[in-house]
């Protein structure tokens, strides 16, 4: 399996809108489907289309808050390429483009078990929890690494 991490653009707005509608319903995830959002988060986030084999898989995206400081914002993997470790390589890329920092964060929904797993695997470890995190209703958790 061939991935590619490509940088995307204003170009690809309709193609992060079509990743996100593919999440959208689960309850787990709250994706952007909006293209204003999109717009505002290609100013200030770093956002990776996934892609296999020339085809796209999802997008990871993170944000550095400081020189010390990064926010992992969103790693979404579409159906058919579950569980065949994009996910994992996926963060493997985004933790060492982002190198050493102080601390790395992201948030979950704590339904989200293999997500959870994957990030615990990484080192992250439980910071807080909140109700209506995005104002979806649902409750997410914080989770941190300290390199």
Do not use: C
Not at 9 to 37: C, F, M, W
Not at 123 to 136: A, H, I, M, R, V
């Amino acid at each position: 399996m061939d991935l590619l991490y490509r940088k995307a653009n204003r170009d690809d707005i309709a193609t992060l809108i079509t990743v996100g509608r593919n999440a959208l319903g689960i309850k787990t995830y709250s994706p952007i489907i909006d293209e204003s959002e999109w717009e505002q988060e290609l100013n200030n986030t770093l956002v990776y289309i996934i892609e296999v084999d020339g085809q796209v898989a999802g997008l990871i995206s993170y944000e550095m808050k400081s020189s010390n400081h990064a926010y992992i914002s969103d790693l979404v993997i579409l159906p058919a390429y579950r569980g065949k470790g994009i996910a994992r390589e996926s963060m493997n890329h985004v933790l060492n483009e982002i190198g050493k920092t102080e601390k790395i964060k992201l948030v979950v929904h704590p339904e989200n078990i293999s997500a959870i797993h994957l990030y615990q695997s990484f080192g992250f470890t439980l910071e807080s929890s909140k109700e209506n995190y995005f104002g979806d209703g649902e409750p997410r958790i914080t989770m941190v690494l300290k390199p």
